[in-house]
C-alpha cells in the first residue's frame, strides 16, 4: 500500500522559509516523476514544483521559481520542499504527489498524500 506523509508545514511570517517533507512507502518509484501541488481555499489544486525521482530535471511554477527548491533523497524515500522569502499568496494546503502524469494545464498523479496546512502571515 503506497503512503505519502507530509510533514513541516505551519505558521510562518511573510520573508520567512519553511521545508516540507513528505516520506514514501509502499511503492517503487524510481522511474517517476514526484511533486508538490497547492491548494487555496475556493480555489483549485495547483502545480508547485515537480523533480524526477533521480533528482533531475526539476519544474517549477513561475510564482515560485528562485524562492522555492524541490529536492529527493532517493535513499530515504523522502521529497522535500524548501520554501524560502515566503509570501501571504502562498498559504494553501501543500500536497505530496507520486507518478505525477499532469501539472501544468491540470493536476494529475497516482498517489496523493493527506496535505500539510502552510499559513504565511503578514
Known amino acids: 500500500q503506497v503512503q505519502l506523509v507530509e510533514s513541516g508545514g505551519g505558521l510562518v511570517q511573510a520573508g520567512g522559509s519553511l521545508r516540507l517533507s513528505c516520506a514514501v512507502s509502499g511503492g517503487t518509484f524510481s522511474t517517476n516523476l514526484m511533486g508538490w501541488f497547492r491548494q487555496a481555499p475556493g480555489k483549485e489544486r495547483e502545480f508547485v514544483a515537480v523533480i524526477h525521482w533521480s533528482g533531475q530535471p526539476t519544474w517549477y511554477t513561475d510564482s515560485v521559481r528562485g524562492r522555492f527548491t524541490i529536492s529527493m533523497d532517493g535513499a530515504k524515500n523522502t521529497v522535500s520542499l524548501d520554501m524560502n522569502r515566503v509570501k501571504p499568496e502562498d498559504t494553501a494546503t501543500y500536497y505530496c504527489?507520486?507518478?505525477?502524469?499532469?501539472?501544468?494545464?491540470?493536476?494529475?498523479?497516482?498517489?496523493w498524500g493527506q496535505g500539510t496546512q502552510v499559513t504565511v502571515s503578514t
Open positions: 504527489a507520486a507518478k505525477v502524469t499532469h501539472w501544468r494545464t491540470k493536476s494529475g498523479a497516482g498517489y
